[in-house]
């Protein structure tokens, strides 16, 4: 049953009057990490025989909204959102609000996170500890000093402004005020847009002592870049954030040097747990946090087997 409900959901083949009982779900994209929070989702929902109608939005606000407008429509339980736009989501929160229906924001903080209501929640791992993990362990590498390169996530996204943030203020005091930004440009989350920037970064003669991406498909871009140009991450660490499956294969081959274990899968299972709750009538926190881990060789074997 399960695969059934799941197939009709990816391929739309379910009609809008089918929706009622359960659980919609807009993803922004299918990305390494947000498929692993998908997958999340699914199981959460399948071990408690908890219907899902999963949609993807392709980066599209529009497209999203649609989908809200959809499910609404359709008088599903609750409606868990990944938002493709962190700055859009009061008009989908709204809808939710205006028609009762339980809402809950997963992984991206809405910019309307405060203004919920009894029946929104954000299920999430606290952003501020992420970039701040990352930057610290990056510091301690290079002992506190040295000129970096900071590649930014897409910053429609509150995650990469956060995580950016992060960084600035770990820099801002001892023991790593050494340190000293060169350039900081995004790369929208995307490897093949990090490797290119990385490959410019290079071609303009700046020579970084280390790089801090604010996610791990960013970082192994860098590191494509840094090895195509004869450069070792042994000398030029690189940091990422999210711990993926690939992520730590760099890691094991000795060319990642940090990344931070964001738990996508328990991100899924508390969103779907957060909106069971919700439909129940029973008082949830507005914000649910999944603590984020630090990575680094010397553990990483512990996290392997988690995404």
């Known amino acids: 049953m399960k695969k059934l409900i799941l197939a ?24 390494t990490f947000l498929t692993v929070l998908r997958k999340g989702i699914e199981k959460a929902a399948a071990d408690v025989k908890q219907p899902v109608q999963i949609e993807i939005a392709d980066d ?16 599903v339980d609750a409606v868990i959102v990944n938002a493709v736009d962190t700055s859009a989501t009061a008009p989908m929160t709204k809808l939710a609000n205006d028609a009762g ?11 309307d996170v405060d203004k919920m209501g009894p029946k929104g929640a954000f299920v999430a791992s606290n952003e501020a500890d992420s970039g701040t993990l990352e930057a610290q362990a990056i510091c301690k590498l290079i002992g506190g000093k040295g000129d970096i390169l900071v590649m930014v996530g897409d910053l429609a996204n509150q995650a990469a402004v956060q995580r950016t943030k992060d960084i600035h ?24 847009k990090a490797q290119d920037l990385m490959t410019n970064w290079i071609a303009a003669g700046k ?20 090895k195509a140009a004869g450069m070792n991450t042994k000398d030029i660490p690189v940091g990422g954030i999210d711990a993926t499956q690939e992520a730590l294969a760099s890691m ?3 060319d990642l040097n940090v990344t931070v274990f964001q738990d996508a899968a328990g991100q899924g299972k508390g969103a779907v747990d ?7 009538g029973e008082k949830v926190e507005a914000k649910v946090y999944i603590p984020f881990q630090l990575v ?5 074997a512990t996290f392997m087997a988690k995404n």
């Open 60 to 75: 599209d606000v529009a497209k999203q909204l649609s989908q809200i407008q959809n499910f609404i429509a359709a008088k």
């Open 252 to 254: 094991k081959a000795g």
């Open 296 to 300: 680094t060789p010397d553990n990483m």
């Open 8 to 31: 009709a959901a990816v391929l739309g083949l379910m009609s809008s009057t089918s929706f009622a009982g359960n659980i919609g779900v807009s993803m922004a994209n299918s990305d």
């Open 101 to 111: 229906i339980p809402i809950v924001y997963v992984n991206r903080q809405p910019s």
């Open 169 to 192: 203020e770990v820099i801002a005091k001892a023991p790593c005020d050494g340190i000293k930004i060169i350039d900081e440009q995004t790369a929208v989350w995307d490897p093949v």
């Open 274 to 280: 957060t909106a069971m709750k919700l439909i129940k």
């Open 207 to 226: 020579k970084p002592r280390a790089v801090i991406a604010n996610n791990d498909n960013m970082a192994l871009g860098a590191i494509k870049a840094l």
